[in-house]
């Protein structure tokens, strides 16, 4: 039973360059969270999608970043025009339903901005 | 809103020792409450949850942690540490707000331990 799957792992971009990151929730998951860590700071919220919806994006920068989980295929959290601000780990969780109170997290995409 | 603090950013123990993660929450509602591990380059593995009943709660790998309602804490404890347990541990509360439940996380507390 596979659990979230995050890819890629590791991402290099320069900066002014887009940066997309995947996440595949687990098996009969709808709902995806993507949390952003930036170094040494905890998690925080970014945008919470159901399959072709976002439910709360009040954590989003509000320039540069999105988000879409389309019917088909993994939740995608784009950037746009990445700045050096925009390294840290990204982390995606998946839930059952929308009352679900727990999340289960993938390993993260750590973005390196140079 | 509610808000989750962990005043040790870092907590060094020896090997063998006990050893005890603080966490202290405020929140207008109730909440249930998670602490969670994240080895290094890793995700967040779940350690234990408390959603209601016993104040007492057990995890994984021999921790565990107990609520306290009228201190708002949920501090994670463990008797008798080992090298693995070398880690970063975030404490979490989880919200309903619009609909759904909203988890909001500490800033993490590195625990190191000395062999």
């Known amino acids: 039973n596979a659990g979230v799957m995050q890819n890629p792992r590791h991402l290099v971009r320069r900066r002014g360059q887009e940066a997309r990151l995947r996440c595949s929730p687990m098996k009969g998951h709808s709902h995806v969270y993507w949390y952003r860590q930036l170094p040494e700071e905890g998690l925080k919220f970014m945008v919470y999608l159901q399959k072709e919806n976002i439910i709360d994006e009040s954590g989003m920068p509000k320039e540069r970043f999105s988000a879409e989980f389309p019917k088909e295929g993994p939740s995608i959290l784009r950037i746009q025009q990445v700045v050096r601000g925009d390294s840290a780990a990204y982390f995606c969780?998946?839930?059952?339903?929308?009352?679900?109170?727990?999340?289960?997290f993938g390993p993260g995409t750590r973005l390196t901005v140079t | 809103a509610q808000s989750v603090t962990q005043l040790d950013s870092q907590v060094p123990v020896f090997e063998e020792a006990p050893v005890e993660l603080r966490c202290n929450y405020s929140s207008s509602v109730s909440v249930y409450l998670f602490w969670y591990v994240q080895y290094p380059n890793q995700g967040l593995q779940l350690l234990l949850k408390?959603?209601?009943?016993?104040?007492l709660v057990k995890g994984i790998n021999g921790f565990e942690a107990e609520f306290n309602k009228s201190q708002t804490s949920f501090h994670l404890r463990k008797p008798s540490v080992h090298i693995s347990d070398t880690a970063e541990y975030f404490c979490?509360?989880?919200?309903?707000?619009?609909?759904?439940?909203?988890?909001?996380f500490g800033t993490g507390t590195k625990l190191q331990v000395i062999p």
């Open positions: 979490a509360v989880s919200v309903p707000s619009g609909g759904y439940q909203k988890v909001t």
């Open positions: 969780a998946s839930s059952q339903s929308r009352d679900s109170y727990e999340q289960y």
């Open positions: 408390y959603l209601s009943g016993s104040t």
